[in-house]
């Protein structure tokens, strides 16, 4: 009697065990079931780009570099008889490779001046500096790759903050060469590294053209006029700034800026 006792507190022991366990497995799988999935936002340059190439002419729409260094580049022949050259056009961060304002202007504008053009699509997330300089110094490698004759004129084009990154590549890399740079209005996030561009470009041998425009803010007008008083006092003629009058948005200003830096060009002999 006590033995059939004890089998049975037993066994309903073991129902007991088991049942919890099931309980808890399935409480466990329904907790895995409602679970939330942690969506990352995409970053702001692969907005640009998916925007870019649902809408942008797909004959203009190249990604260039391999696995590891992808970049999306909107590239477009020149329209003149004779080839001059080719321009790479880095816009500012945070805006797109196709930039309504100016960039956009420009990418036609120099292709009706013999200038093959390729505007690359800018950094965009947060990057520290070796990473930036890494990322841009890849993207100048595969483009000048892309050169198909040695012959032809270089010209780079700098917007915004995106220039102290690019002119330190190019001094730390003397195998990646332009013919000529355009600074459209270039700035450095604090004065210290505003001097230090300023130095840095002192040690380029290329000719620079520095543009600013009127209703740029204070903090980018003051350091071009640091950077010019700075190049007086070396008097080299390979600086030229000029301000640039007229609202941004406008196309009349827009163009204004294409025929100044063509006009630049010319004096430099590329014409």
């Known amino acids: 009697m006590l033995k059939a006792l004890v089998l049975l507190l037993l066994s309903t022991l073991s129902l007991q065990i088991y049942a919890e366990e099931n309980n808890a497995e399935e409480s466990k799988d329904k907790n895995e079931t409602n679970k939330p999935t942690i969506a990352f936002p995409i970053s702001q340059q692969r907005v640009f780009d998916q925007d870019l190439t649902k809408y942008s002419n797909a004959s203009e729409v190249a990604w260039l570099g391999d696995k590891e260094n992808r970049f999306f580049t909107l590239w477009l022949e020149q329209t003149t008889a004779k080839v001059t050259g080719t321009s790479w056009i880095f816009a500012d961060t945070y805006t797109s490779a196709n930039n309504p304002n100016i960039i956009q202007t420009l990418r036609y504008q120099l292709n009706d001046k013999g200038l093959h053009t390729y505007s690359i699509s800018p950094l965009s997330q947060t990057l520290t500096s070796e990473q930036a300089e890494q990322r841009l110094q890849a993207q100048l490698r595969i483009l000048q790759d892309k050169i198909v004759s040695q012959d032809s004129k270089r010209l780079l084009i700098l917007q915004g903050a995106n220039c102290q990154a690019m002119v330190n590549v190019l001094i730390k890399n003397k195998d990646i060469y332009v013919d000529a740079i355009v600074l459209l209005s270039v700035h ?27 209703t740029d803010s204070l903090a980018i007008i003051n350091q071009a006029k640091l950077r010019q008083i700075a190049e007086k006092r070396i008097n080299t003629d390979k600086y030229r700034q000029t301000e640039v009058i007229g609202l941004q948005g406008q196309v009349e200003t827009q163009i204004a800026t294409s025929q100044i830096i063509y006009g630049w060009l010319v004096k430099l002999g590329w014409y």
């Open 188 to 214: 450095s996030p604090t004065p210290a590294l505003a001097s230090q561009l300023i130095s840095q470009m002192n040690q380029l041998k290329v000719p620079i053209l520095d543009l600013y425009a009127q």
